[in-house]
C-alpha cells in the first residue's frame, strides 16, 4: 500500500480571516507536507499568523473561493495536491486517506463526504442546497455523489489539465464536473464535519446559500469539454 509519507503532497488552504483557526489546522498537516495558505485579502493578520506558523503563504487580492483555490493550486509544485477549509471545520489530519487512495489508483479524485457531528453544525439551508447540487451533478455527469465538500485530493498535473476556470463559488464543482467528463474516477470518504471557527463566507445565510447554488447553476449549464485523463482514469 502507498504510503503517503513517502509522496510529495501540497495542501491548498483558501483562507479569509481565519486567524484564530489556523494555530490548530497547520499543526494538523503531516509534518512532511507543505501547507499553502493563499491569504484572499484577510483583515486579521491570517497570512501574517501563517507564514509564523511555518505555512508557505500566498497573497490572492482577487477575492473568491475559487480565486484563492487556483492561485494555491498554481503555487503548488508536489505531485499531489489536497484542498481543505481553513475554518477548522475538517481536518486536515484525514488528507493522507485521500493521497492513499489516488496515489494507489484506486481513484483519480478523492472527495470528503461530510457527516455532520453536533447539533447546527450543517445549518439546514446548507444541508438543502447541497443536495440540490448533488442531484443536478447526478443528471450532469451521472456521478452518484452525496456531497460536494471541500476537502478532496488528486495529482497536480492532470488538476492544471482540467483548466478550471471559475474563481467563485462553483470551482469544487467545476472541478468535479470537468474530471467526471475527462472519464476520471470520482470517490468519497466519510470525514467528521466539525462546527467551524466564526461564520462561513458562503453558506452562513440563506441568502449566501442559494448565491452559491445559482453560481453553481451556471457551472452545470456549461457545456462538456474535451479535458486530459487522469493518469489512472477509468470507468466510474
Known amino acids: 500500500m502507498t504510503d503517503p509519507d513517502a509522496t510529495t503532497v501540497d495542501v491548498v488552504l483558501p483562507c479569509l480571516d481565519e486567524a484564530r483557526a489556523l494555530p490548530w489546522v497547520l499543526e494538523r498537516i503531516p509534518p512532511t507536507w507543505r501547507a499553502i495558505v493563499v491569504d484572499n485579502g484577510s483583515g486579521d493578520g491570517s497570512g501574517e499568523i501563517a507564514a509564523a506558523l511555518g505555512a508557505t503563504v500566498v497573497y490572492q487580492p482577487e477575492r473568491g473561493f475559487g480565486a484563492a483555490c487556483q492561485a494555491g493550486l498554481l503555487s503548488a509544485e508536489a505531485e499531489f495536491v489536497c484542498f481543505c477549509d481553513c475554518d477548522a471545520s475538517l481536518d486536515p489530519g484525514l488528507l493522507p486517506a485521500f493521497v492513499r487512495e489516488v496515489a494507489g489508483g484506486k481513484t483519480d479524485l478523492a472527495l470528503g463526504r461530510r457527516r455532520p457531528q453536533g ?53 469544487p464543482l467545476q472541478m468535479v464536473v470537468r474530471a467526471a467528463d475527462a472519464g476520471w474516477r470520482v470517490s468519497e470518504l466519510d470525514v467528521p464535519y466539525l462546527p467551524r471557527s466564526g461564520r462561513s463566507k458562503v453558506t452562513g445565510t440563506w441568502r449566501g446559500t442559494w448565491q452559491a447554488v445559482h453560481d453553481m447553476r451556471a457551472v452545470l449549464s456549461e457545456p462538456p469539454l474535451t479535458v486530459p485523463a487522469a493518469g489512472g482514469a477509468g470507468a466510474r
Open 119 to 171: 447539533h447546527g453544525t450543517w445549518p439546514l439551508h446548507a444541508r438543502a442546497g447541497n443536495l440540490a447540487l448533488s442531484r443536478m451533478v447526478r443528471r450532469r455527469t451521472g456521478l452518484r455523489l452525496h456531497d460536494l465538500g471541500p476537502m478532496r485530493a488528486a495529482r497536480r498535473e492532470p488538476l492544471l489539465g482540467l483548466g478550471l476556470t471559475d474563481r467563485r463559488s462553483g470551482y
